[in-house]
């Protein structure tokens, strides 16, 4: 069973339109994370929900606009693509607590044409 | 504010040798400091961390890392490398003073050459 999952793995679109990512963890965890791996594979943390409330909203366009029906998903949303949005966007997850590793998903590789 | 340097973009080994890959860090408090590794078109595995106690710490894959608290360092070691090795290593950073949040340095490419 994968512990976390995004779907799609990859997504190429055009400029100005909107798309969402997908992720879910079935490891019970209550820290979920949306990170931005760039061309050069810089890794950023977006933003980070516990228990469907969000923690951690780092200096992202309002385009991105996270979403956590339940404890278990946290979606990504992005209005008007640009061509800077390409990237890899990972999804994790960790239990609670400043010790707790990450576990992440395998990626969704976003393309804006 | 957090921060971590891996101050080498590259690190070039030869299998059966010794590979260190650097790693220093800045935070408010208690570190809480983890390796990651990230193979080709895949997402970060966890590797080791330190949390408090050993300063060696030792992980998966035959990993292990030293924590040095006058260093502010935390290089990631391994005594003999092997070709498999060859990936994106992440050092990061975690204080108890900054909700959770974790910084990553920005990645050391590990290449074991045969």
Redesign the interface.
Known sequence: DTA?SQTPKYLVTQMGNDKSIKCEQNLGHD?MYWYKQDS??????MF?Y?NKEL??NETVPNRFSPKSPDKAHLNLHINSLELGDSAVY?C?SSQDG??S???????TRLTVL | AQSVAQPEDQVNVAEGNPLTVKCTYSVSGNP?L?W?V?YP??????LL?Y?TGDNLVKGSYGFEAEFNKSQTSFHLKKPSALVSDSA?Y?CAV???TN??????G??TTLTVKP
């Not at chain 1, 590793?101 to 990626?107: A, E, L, T, V, Y």
């Not at chain 2, 078109?41 to 966890?46: P, V």
């Not at chain 2, 909700?99 to 990553?104: H, I, L, Q």
């Open positions: 976390v820290t050069k594979k810089f890794l950023k943390i980070s516990n923690i951690i990972f994790a400043w010790d590793r990450q576990f992440f998903g395998p990626g | 809480y983890f990651y990230q078109n895949r997402g970060l595995q966890f961390k949390i994106l992440f975690r204080g108890n909700a959770g949040k974790s910084t990553f920005d990645g």
